[in-house]
């Protein structure tokens, strides 16, 4: 069941322009969580009071809500956000306005980073466990999960994925599959740091010593991209394209697994990337970046 909120929203023209990088200056201001501004599918999550979350631009049209509550933190997902604790919930985003699910489950508990969702899941890491679940089910399974900091789970339905703590060799990944009865496998461990696990609709990706790694949970076969990450942020996944930082000779510069190249003088960070649209950061500015058409 939806709840619908009345949200004020203004048609505008689209954001961008094509084939070149523009600073987005209304939607700049300082998030709590650094993971933020960015892309829930074709919206821009940004935050314009006290470092919390308070408005979505949809980046086609133009259209500016204003979320229902500031958020402190929130998992995004193609058109929706998922905030934990009793002011959180589950919002779906559309240019006619913002709907919240009625009676999401209300998460108990200390939790170990930030949250995962699809849009309809959720995954959790909390006091040491990774818990997943449909937003509004009463019921949760939980696993051992023995967290690594501060990084959030990946969720791709029905996989979850977590960065583990793997003792002197550093971190790794771990997965299960949430329709079988194996528990948590490792999809990349060893001596190394395996984190920074992301999700999208298709696929999950992570970061390794030398590459970023795309993976496909329904044929298990993994791509490597030979990358130099800068670690500023995790990587953005689009379908089966991976964005990271990549550490030059004279900054950091954003790659994209199909291609895509922003660099620059100075540094390009915190890459999140939808479509042809790919938002980061360039010396402190908020920038998106729109590619041609193909």
């Known amino acids: 069941m939806l709840l619908p909120l009345v949200i004020s929203a203004a048609l505008g023209a689209p954001i961008g322009a094509e084939g070149l990088a523009v600073p987005l200056y209304d939607h700049d201001g300082h998030c709590t969580d650094r993971r933020f501004p960015r892309l829930a599918g074709p919206w821009l999550i940004s935050c314009h009071r006290a470092g919390q979350l308070t408005h979505a631009l949809h980046l086609p049209t133009g259209t500016l809500?204003?979320?229902?509550?500031?958020?402190?933190?929130?998992?995004?997902?193609?058109?929706?956000?998922?905030?934990?604790?009793?002011?959180?919930?589950?919002?779906?985003?559309?240019?006619?306005?913002?709907?919240?699910?009625?009676?999401?489950?209300?998460?108990?508990?200390?939790?170990?980073?930030?949250?995962?969702?699809?849009?309809?899941?959720?995954?959790?890491?909390?006091?040491?466990?990774?818990?997943?679940?449909?937003?509004?089910?009463?019921?949760?399974?939980?696993?051992?999960?023995?967290?690594?900091?501060?990084?959030?789970?990946?969720?791709?339905?029905?996989?979850?994925?977590?960065?583990?703590?793997?003792?002197?060799?550093?971190?790794?990944?771990?997965?299960?599959?949430?329709?079988?009865?194996?528990?948590?496998?490792?999809?990349?461990?060893?001596?190394?740091?395996?984190?920074?696990?992301?999700?999208?609709?298709?696929?999950?990706?992570?970061?390794?010593?030398?590459a970023v790694v795309v993976w496909d949970p329904e044929t298990e076969a993994a791509v490597r991209h030979p990358a130099r990450t800068g670690f500023s942020a995790a990587p953005s996944l689009w379908q089966d394209v991976a964005c990271w930082e990549e550490r030059t000779e004279t900054g950091v510069d954003l790659r994209c697994s199909d291609g895509l190249v922003v660099d620059g003088p100075g540094h390009q960070r915190y890459p999140s990337r939808h479509d042809r649209w790919l938002l980061y950061r360039e010396e402190g500015r908020l920038m998106l970046y729109t590619a041609p058409a193909p």
């Open 65 to 210: 809500h204003t979320l229902p509550r500031p958020l402190d933190t929130a998992a995004t997902a193609p058109g929706a956000l998922y905030a934990p604790g009793r002011a959180g919930g589950l919002f779906t985003l559309t240019v006619a306005g913002i709907t919240e699910a009625a009676d999401t489950t209300v998460v108990h508990g200390s939790l170990d980073a930030p949250p995962a969702t699809d849009g309809h899941h959720v995954a959790l890491l909390v006091d040491g466990e990774i818990q997943a679940f449909a937003a509004t089910a009463r019921s949760r399974r939980t696993w051992p999960a023995a967290p690594r900091g501060w990084y959030p789970p990946a969720l791709r339905w029905p996989v979850v994925a977590w960065v583990a703590d793997g003792g002197e060799t550093g971190e790794d990944v771990l997965a299960i599959r949430l329709d079988g009865r194996a528990g948590p496998t490792p999809l990349a461990a060893g001596p190394g740091h395996q984190r920074h696990v992301v999700a999208s609709e298709s696929h999950l990706a992570w970061v390794e010593e030398d």
